[in-house]
C-alpha cells in the first residue's frame, strides 16, 4: 500500500526559504516518478515539480522555475522540495503524489497522494 507523508510547511516571510519532505512507503523512490502539487484556495490543484530519478527528468511549473528545487534523498526514500525567494503567491496546501506522468514539460498527479503540508507566505 502506497502511503505519502509530508512535513516541513508553516509561515514565512517573503523571500525566505523553505524545504518540504514527502515520506513514501510502498512504493521505491528510484523506480518511479515522484512529484509535488499544490492547491491555494479557490484554485485548482497544480503541478509544481515533479522528479524521475530513473531517468534524471525534472520538471517545473514555470512559476516555480530558479526558485524551487526536487531532489530525492535515496535513504530515507523520500522526495524533498527546496523553495526559495518564496513570494505571497506561492501560498497553498502542497501535496505529494506518487507515480505521477511525467516529462520536462508536463506533470499529471495520479490516484496516490498524501495529505497535504500548509505553506503560508506573509508579512
Known amino acids: 500500500q502506497v502511503q505519502l507523508v509530508e512535513s516541513g510547511g508553516g509561515l514565512v516571510q517573503p523571500g525566505d526559504s523553505l524545504i518540504l519532505s514527502c515520506a513514501v512507503s510502498?512504493?521505491?523512490?528510484?523506480?518511479?516518478?515522484i512529484g509535488w502539487f499544490r492547491q491555494a484556495p479557490g484554485k485548482a490543484r497544480e503541478a509544481v515539480s515533479c522528479?524521475?530519478?530513473?531517468?534524471?527528468?525534472?520538471y517545473y511549473a514555470d512559476s516555480v522555475k530558479g526558485r524551487f528545487t526536487i531532489f530525492p534523498d535515496s535513504a530515507k526514500n523520500a522526495v524533498n522540495l527546496h523553495m526559495s525567494n518564496l513570494k505571497p503567491e506561492d501560498t497553498a496546501v502542497y501535496y505529494c503524489?506518487?507515480?505521477?506522468?511525467?516529462?520536462?514539460?508536463?506533470?499529471?498527479?495520479?490516484?496516490?497522494w498524501g495529505q497535504g503540508t500548509q505553506v503560508t507566505v506573509s508579512s
Open positions: 503524489t506518487a507515480d505521477p506522468a511525467m516529462s520536462r514539460h508536463y506533470c499529471i498527479g495520479s490516484d496516490y
Open positions: 510502498g512504493f521505491t523512490l528510484n523506480d518511479h516518478p
Open positions: 522528479l524521475n530519478s530513473r531517468g534524471r527528468i525534472t
